[in-house]
């Protein structure tokens, strides 16, 4: 454990909950984890306008799941590719991304919302980098550093969930690298 004794617990909107409830109304028994890209605003040292709501559930409903959003909101996308994603998305208030969800990945409980960990979000913000392409680079590791001064980071689970990644030795080097 390293950093702050402070756990992170990303906040969770009235959008969040409403759209986590619905989607287990239908798919009552799925694994799910809604959450914001907002969450790395706290982070960072440019504000980003760029917001996405994220749905992740199991790759083996996903599909179904992005139909029944697509019947009640115009703005949810599948694995939308960076090309999209720079070009048309980044012009919609407030899409809603539809991705599987890694198993076994970092999950918190907040108000009886699943949603995410840090660990999950530093590691996903790593390896998602054409869907999270507007906090690469510097700001990456801004935001990197920034979460490990204010909140404990537990590195075995965050190494863990790498390692799900396939992305374990590049995510230690990288913490290397920036000096964590």
Known sequence: MVGKNQIFVPAIKNNLKVLNNSVLSIFPFIEICVWSTSLFNEFSKHQSNVVFTMVEVEKTVEESVFLYLKEHNKNVFLNPKKELLSIYIVEINNPIIVKSLVSESPLQKVNTISTITIEKALVDL????????????????????????????NKNKLFRYASRRGKREDIEQYIQIIGI
Do not use: N, P
């Open 126 to 153: 790593y390896c998602d980098e054409g869907l999270f392409f507007f906090f690469q680079g510097k700001e990456r590791s801004v935001i990197f550093k920034e979460a490990f001064k204010k909140y404990t980071i």
